[in-house]
């Protein structure tokens, strides 16, 4: 009689890890901080596009004068935002007891920098 030997192959796993690039985190950084800089989002290839189109349609003697009621609008805005936060600040400090809870804040911010400083 003939034995049989049964021959077990042993399966070879091998654990597929991604390549870790060392500058992989700091190319994303700068690509946001790049993002960041740019208006909207947009590059100066696209700046150059809307304005060559915004010459186009409005003409070389028009374009002026719509930036400068552009920037015109935009200062009345802000003028108009810091009038709305002045006013919000008079309001609220003409609640009762405001003061003294801001007053409360600052010494227990304090306490907590003394805790800190001791561990």
Do not use: C, H, Y
Not at 7 to 34: C, E, G, L, V, W
Not at 83 to 94: A, F, L
């Amino acid at each position: 009689m003939k034995t049989r030997t049964k021959t077990r192959m042993k399966a070879k796993t091998r654990t597929i890890r991604p390549r870790s690039r060392p500058d992989t985190f700091f190319f994303a950084q700068q690509q946001k901080a790049r993002q960041e800089d740019t208006m909207f989002g947009l590059g100066t290839p696209e700046l150059v596009v809307i304005l060559a189109i915004a010459f186009l349609i409005f003409g070389g003697k028009k374009l002026p004068e719509i930036g400068s009621g552009l920037g015109k609008a935009i200062t009345s805005f802000k003028k108009g935002i810091s009038d709305v936060e002045e006013s919000g600040k008079e309001v609220v400090d003409g609640i009762p007891g405001v003061k003294e809870a801001g007053e409360v804040k600052d010494t227990v911010d304090q306490v907590k920098n003394l805790g800190k400083g001791i561990k």
